[in-house]
Structures are given as C-alpha cells and as structure tokens.
C-alpha cells in the first residue's frame, strides 16, 4: 500500500519556468491537499479537493493552479515560478475532512533561482 | 485570527524523562485539534486528535494530549521520553471551512 506519493522529489526551477506537481493516493480519499512549509511558519494551505472535479483556494492560493480530474490525483501548478515559491510541498488526503486525520506523501524540494 | 500557537521552538530534554510540547488555539466553537510529528526529510505522520469526550487523548508512540478548555491548551506529553523521539512537532486545528491551520512547530530533542 503505497499511501501518498509526489512526484518529483526534487526539482530546480528557474524564474518565469512552469512545472507541475503529481500527487497520487490508493486510499480512495475524498479530500486532497496541497501544502507549502517554509522554516519557521509550519505548513500553509495552498489548494484543497473535495473530490473528483472540485477544488478551492486555502490560505495561500496565489500563484498556483490546481486540478483534480481523477479522484485519485491532485495536481498543483506554477505558471510562473518566482523564487518566492521556493519551499517545501506537502501533499495529503483524508476520508472526509473536519474530524478526520490526514496522510502526507514525503514531499518535494522546490528551488526557483 | 483562528489559528494554533506553539509558543516554543525547540524543548531538549533528558532520555527517560518526561516531556511537554506545548499548543494554544485560538477557534470559535468546539475546535478539532491535532498533533503530527514529522522526522527528517519526511512527511507529517498523524499522532493523536481531539474531537469531542474525554479531555485526555491517547495516541500513537505513547504519546497523549490534555485538551484544556479553560486555558485553550492541547499540550502534547509522554512520560519517559526516547532518543527516537527527536523530530518536529506540530500541532494543528480545523477550521469551519475544512481549513487546517498549522502551528509554527516545536523541535523536540532527547539527549541519552
């Protein structure tokens, strides 16, 4: 059971370059997530899904685009990378929300130079 | 703002001994409150969680929480702490909107 996963692990960009980031669960969660963490300030909530073709803004939304057009994954884009988006991204699921703990893939490395 | 704090960067302590990590929320209404733990160059690992009955929580690792209502405290404790223990705490609440807010994280480490 491979839980959550993200790909890449790592990835360096350069100003004005785009990427996108997989996350992929074999849970058959609803809720997907996408986080930054950056030292110092814990993890803020870019995107969230609460299934298949939906999505909302979290905390920080700007700068990011992000879609979910199979229940199992959740993409999150930058169109335009600056290097202020260099950070650290976590992507998690959960059965349901609100009372219902969440399950984090192992992260991907983002520089933007 | 509705949000968690954990008021301490980094606890040490002594191999055997207990430890507290501190939480204090600040959320309108009953709040879902977390912990996670993540080690180095993981993810976040889910611990314990406190949603509605008894104030003190057991969770994973032999750790627990006392939810403090009077003093908006979650404080994360473990009687006889180990050197695998070592790793980043934090501490989360939900919000109405399914938002999970993170505190900043405490850097837990046992020294043998």
């Known amino acids: 059971n491979a839980g959550v996963t993200q790909t890449p692990k790592f990835r360096v960009l350069k100003t004005g370059q785009s990427m996108t980031l997989l996350c992929a669960q074999d849970?058959?969660?609803?809720?997907m997530y996408w986080y930054r963490q950056d030292p110092g300030m814990g993890l803020r909530l870019i995107h969230y899904s609460v299934g298949e073709g939906t999505t909302a803004k979290g905390e920080v939304p700007d700068g990011y685009n992000v879609s979910r057009l199979k229940k199992q994954n959740f993409l999150l884009g930058l169109e335009s990378a600056a290097p202020s988006q260099t950070s650290v991204y976590f992507c998690a699921s959960s059965v349901l929300a609100g009372a219902y703990e969440q399950y984090f893939g192992p992260g991907t490395r983002l520089t933007v130079t | 703002a509705q949000s968690v704090a954990q008021p301490e960067d980094q606890v040490n302590v002594a191999e055997g001994n207990p430890l507290t990590v501190k939480c204090t929320y600040s959320v309108s209404g009953n709040p879902y409150l977390f912990w996670y733990v993540q080690y180095p160059n993981r993810g976040l690992q889910f611990l314990l969680k406190?949603?509605?009955?008894?104030?003190l929580v057991k969770g994973s690792y032999g750790f627990e929480a006392e939810f403090n209502k009077s003093q908006t405290s979650f404080h994360l404790k473990k009687p006889s702490a180990l050197v695998s223990d070592s790793a980043l705490y934090f501490c989360a609440v939900i919000l109405n909107n399914n938002d999970m807010r993170f505190g900043a994280g405490t850097r837990l480490t046992v020294k043998p």
């Open positions: 849970m058959n969660h609803e809720y």
């Open positions: 406190y949603i509605t009955g008894d104030n």
